[in-house]
């Protein structure tokens, strides 16, 4: 991939373009809703509140809650302040994603994103009601960690890799700085290089065919 310098010491790769960003990015939070979607039904339907599902042990538990908080069970009992925090989360990612140009930027956003419609999908048509349903949570890990769901999964997961990208200076428009920026040089020299011998063996091989086909002729002659 191509570099242009960004006048600040960074580095930008040129960009893919902005249907194939947002096409990766609705891939990822596809493939985390329907990973969510899916087993929050399947728990619904086969799971006993009562009665936990011991997968290994005591160290991962599939156990039955409705949580009316945040991921991980934490901030309960603030539905509504949730529930709007999420549909801000899901218009900003949507407004904000022909902006990216880093492949790994849009695979931390495109959990986030997903994660975040999967919990907000329970907000919105789950018991109690609509903007205050609970979200389903199934999955224990332990007695001192929260049960939690895909979707939260997801979303941590996703803000992880983009805190990540951000401390080795890999920037949601594809600059680079810090760590990033020092590494890529070598990686363009690396693909100069090897464009370099491919162009040179390609010449190579016309060079030897055209003398080939000078020698047939001079011999029909």
């Known amino acids: 991939m191509s570099e242009t310098e960004t006048g600040d010491g960074g580095t930008r790769p040129a960009g893919r373009s902005t249907a194939r960003t947002v096409a990766l990015l609705a891939l990822v939070a596809v493939i985390a809703y329907v990973l969510d979607l899916v087993t929050k039904t399947l728990a619904v339907a086969r799971l006993d509140p009562w009665n ?33 925090v999420a549909l801000a989360v899901v218009i900003g990612i949507i407004r904000y994603s022909r902006r990216l140009v880093s492949t790994g930027w849009v695979i931390g956003l495109g959990l986030v994103l997903g994660g975040a419609i999967g919990n907000l999908t329970d907000r919105i048509f789950r018991a109690p009601g609509p903007l205050r349903g609970h979200v389903v949570d199934f999955i224990q890990v332990g007695d001192w960690w929260p049960t939690f769901n895909v979707a939260d999964s997801a979303v941590v997961c996703g803000a992880v890799l983009l805190v990540v990208l951000t401390l080795l200076g890999y920037d949601y428009d594809g600059t680079r700085s810090g760590w990033a920026a020092r590494k890529s040089p070598a990686e363009t020299i690396d693909a100069t290089r090897a464009g370099t011998t491919d162009a040179t063996r390609a010449e190579t091989t016309d060079a030897t065919r055209a003398e080939t086909a000078d020698d047939k002729d001079g011999d029909d002659a």
């Not at 290994?56 to 529930?83: C, E, H, P, Q």
């Open 52 to 84: 936990p599902t011991h997968v290994i042990g005591d160290v991962v538990t599939f156990k039955l809650i409705r949580n009316s908080g945040a991921a991980f069970s934490m901030a309960t009992g603030y539905t509504w302040v949730l529930t709007f």
